[in-house]
């Protein structure tokens, strides 16, 4: 892994992933996505690992692509295939931060744009420092938002607010991002990466059991009715309820003590 574009910070039970392209606003290149995929395979590899933390160096948090990447240069002079890039690098990142068994806190520090939106859509839990901003501008350059971002923003803020912010390309100011429900939080620049940090500890002492399912549970939901997910509520906690870490939280409620989860199965 290049550990030039992806610093990774292993804590007790979580990691840390900082995007390291600050002269670039951490905007993507062809080597970034490889090195942030490597980064959350190792972190799902790592059973110890009940959470990871997003964030960005210096003062942006991603900036989408990098426009200047050699590696989505089209030859010849022929136009580039945007497609086949969103193909090998974002779609599969977006699917991987989805499908990981384990939270994804992303802790927004400045400015995010383009996929970088999508990179925050795709954690359970955003925190904003109030000095971040989203943009959506791909209107601008004659695109459409990629990267899951026409999927989700629906789902998070509303379909007339997606729609509007999309045809419009504004840039969101973190307060506004906070009412329209896009993150969990703002809050002040300098206590950022302590607020996310303390998330993931809380996190690390779960069940991560129970994380992989409250997870997994919301993200299935939208495509089920009611009924299809009431089933799929009893199903889960009857396997839940065999499992140990139940066992445990429910020995140490008796008990009156802090449970003692082990890491994930």
């Known amino acids: 892994m290049d550990a030039a574009t992806v610093l990774v910070d292993v804590r007790p039970g979580y990691r840390v ?14 080597v970034m996505h490889r090195a942030l995929k490597a980064a959350l395979d190792d972190a799902e590899a790592d059973k110890s690992c009940k959470a990871v933390l997003i964030t960005g160096s210096g003062r942006g948090f991603c900036a989408g692509q990098d426009l200047a990447d050699p590696e989505i240069a089209a030859e010849d002079g022929d136009a580039p295939d945007l497609g086949e890039t969103l193909e090998k690098n974002y779609n599969p990142l977006i699917r991987k931060l989805r499908a990981l068994p384990l939270p994804v ?9 383009g996929a970088g939106v999508s990179l925050a859509l795709a954690s359970d839990v955003v925190i904003a420092g109030r000095s971040a901003s989203f943009g959506q501008a791909f209107v601008k350059i004659g695109l459409l938002p990629d990267s899951g971002a026409t999927y989700l923003l629906p789902r998070l803020i509303g379909p007339a607010r997606a729609r ?4 419009t390309g504004d840039t969101l100011k973190a307060d506004q991002a906070e009412a329209w429900g896009l993150v969990h ?3 002040d620049d300098a206590g950022l990466i302590a607020e996310a940090e303390a998330l993931c500890q809380r996190f690390a002492g779960s069940s991560a059991s ?12 939208d495509g089920h009715s009611l009924d299809a997910q009431l089933d799929y509520e009893r199903d889960e906690q009857r396997r839940l309820g065999r499992g140990r870490d139940y066992a445990e939280g429910v020995a140490a409620f ?12």
Do not use: H, Q
């Open 17 to 30: 992933l900082t995007l390291n392209r600050p002269d670039k606003l951490n905007s993507f290149t062809g």
């Open 105 to 113: 806190v992303c802790a927004v520090n400045g400015i995010a744009a």
């Open 164 to 167: 509007a912010w999309a045809l």
């Open 185 to 187: 939080k703002v809050v």
């Open 210 to 221: 129970s994380l992989a399912a409250i997870k997994r549970a919301f993200d299935i939901a």
């Open 254 to 265: 008796m008990e009156k003590r802090k449970p003692v989860y082990g890491g994930r199965p």
